[in-house]
């Protein structure tokens, strides 16, 4: 629940913290050459992040919003390329062996999943600063608790939790389901979330499949 001091920090590190050690034990085949230069950057923004605004987000700052944005755009590179390494490797009959392939994809699916709800989270009506701060903003998904404000406090806004279960309803689904996109980057965003997480689910099944007849 949001409150007027600001949405916490802590569960978005913990996120980025997540998709950071999924990328770090990933088969090498299935990263890309400069996988660890990506590393290094992605724990470089997340810390000047979290030294920047390690509590609370109770206003809206632009270079801690920036860099936000360019750490969710290099985590994203980074999974797209192991999508991309994935299919080629189970196009070429490269990988036989199930676990390994499931234990990949599956990190894989994660780490989209969760990428793409710090996406939702960042760019959401601006962002979680301008959230906290304002009490009218112009929202980029709409909620049940906006649309129906008796299902909340007056006061209700999004925090993470909310954005990670939008995001893993989408990675399942391939759709939305209580939350609605309104605006074009929300859509464009979640289309390229389904279409990711469906690409890996059914080419993982698929081969998996194939592996263990």
Sequence with gaps: METKSGELRWPV?????LVITLQLVLPDRLTLNFQNFILVVEILLLLFIFISNPHRIAQHKSHIWYSGIALNFVMTISNIGGVIKLIDLLVNGK?????LLLLSGGSIWI??????SLWYWEIDGGGSGFRSQSEKYQPDFLFT???NPGFAKPDWKPVYLDYFYLSLTNSSAFSPTDVLPLSQIAKSLMAI???ISMLTLFLIVA???NVLH
């Design 13 to 17: 590190s913990l996120a980025t913290i």
């Design 207 to 209: 081969r998996a499949v």
């Design 95 to 99: 990988i036989t062996d199930p676990k």
């Design 145 to 147: 608790q906006l649309s």
């Design 111 to 116: 780490s989209n999943m969760v990428i793409f």
């Design 193 to 195: 979330q389904s279409l």
